[in-house]
């Protein structure tokens, strides 16, 4: 499939990403802006503490934000990115319909959840048959029954994945809400799909020995993998050696919001702390100046 090339590519397009996006499409440099606005941690809430606007809401903050971005020049496709490679001179994307995209430079502005099920037996059983990452702890389950829970990107990359890997592969959804092509991988692949399901109990007393769902059918798996929403940051960006704290959950930046790879930068409730609307434009405002000029000062790419 045939690539397309931008200077600057923002994963993410809640408030970090947009403000990302407006400073740096008013630089005159290409602007792809990828993710999808209903997937912000804004987008269901009443904001009420941000400076100029008394009260309103998340989703139509979203809104005004990507016409401004749009009217500068700025280009979105709604869709999550599953796989990001590196090169001397630029980045690599796969997006979650199979579309390739090349960019010089990029910002990443994709938040911070992990979500979690909130069912009987997933806190006790993290790190004993529970995971949130196949990418990170799918090798564990060489040869073992197991089910991925969730009906987006990253669930359904997940359980291919795991084809590759663990015995039998569930895939747990009340949805399947991912592009044709990977529905279509789904549909191909070995992967039994149990839609329109919820997951009532994960089972287990030491570890995780089975998977209770909401028609009454019980699943005898030993992995049980949540994945909620979009592919993580520590799946994405952590294979091109991009620098984390000590815990592993947030990217570490300098003051321009560089990370330690040249050429990607970080913004939002990604770097940590507080997690706000206020920080999460600084950083993106701060991030897409400086993400223009990298891509103007390593020649900008051809379009
Ligand atoms: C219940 C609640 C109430 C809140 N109330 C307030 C408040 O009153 N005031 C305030 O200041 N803050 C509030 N916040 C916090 C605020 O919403 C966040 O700080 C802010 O949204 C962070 O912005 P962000 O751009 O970093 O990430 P997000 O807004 O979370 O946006 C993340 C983006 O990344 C995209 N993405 C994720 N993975 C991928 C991928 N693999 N590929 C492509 N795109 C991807 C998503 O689709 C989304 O577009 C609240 C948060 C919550 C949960």
């Known amino acids: 499939m045939e690539s397309r090339n931008y200077d600057v590519v923002i994963l993410g397009s809640g408030p970090a990403g947009l403000q990302a996006a407006i400073h ?11 993710g999808k606005k209903d997937q912000s941690s ?28 749009e009217s500068f020049g700025a280009e979105f496709m709604e869709e999550d990115i599953l796989k990001i490679t590196s090169n001397e001179s630029s980045f690599e994307f796969v997006a ?23 069912v009987p037996g997933e806190k006790t059983l993290i790190g004993k048959g529970v995971s949130y990452c196949v ?6 389950y060489r040869g073992e029954d197991v089910a991925v829970i969730g009906g987006q990107s990253a669930a359904v990359d997940g359980a291919l994945i795991m084809t590759g890997i663990a015995g039998q592969v569930h895939l747990v959804c009340d949805a399947l809400l991912v592009p044709e092509p ?28 089975g998977l209770v769902l909401s028609d009454g059918t019980e699943l005898p798996v030993t992995g049980v993998f949540v994945e ?21 959950k947030h990217v570490q930046t300098d003051k321009k919001q ?44 051809d379009t």
């Open 24 to 34: 740096a499409a008013r630089r005159k440099v290409s602007v792809l802006v990828l």
């Open 228 to 248: 909620l929403g979009a592919k993580g940051l520590l799946e994405l960006a952590g294979s091109l050696g991009v620098q984390f704290d000590d815990e592993m």
């Open 182 to 209: 990977l529905a279509r991988r789904l549909s191909e692949s070995t992967v039994h799909v149990h839609q329109g399901v919820e997951v009532r109990e994960i089972a287990g007393k030491d570890r995780v020995d």
């Open 135 to 140: 990418d990170c702890d799918g090798n564990f």
């Open 258 to 301: 560089a990370t330690n790879i040249p050429g990607i930068y970080a913004a939002g409730d990604i770097c940590g702390p507080p997690w706000q609307l206020a920080k999460a434009v600084g950083e993106g405002c701060v991030a897409g100046i400086e993400a223009a000029a990298y891509a103007k000062r390593h020649h900008p790419i």
């Open 96 to 118: 979650e319909s199979g579309s390739r995209i090349v960019a010089r430079t990029f910002i990443i502005a994709t938040g911070t959840n992990r979500k979690r099920l909130g």
């Open 42 to 69: 804004m987008y269901h809430h009443h904001i009420e503490n941000y400076a100029f606007l008394f009260k309103t809401t998340g989703d139509e903050m979203l809104k005004v934000g990507m016409q401004q971005a």
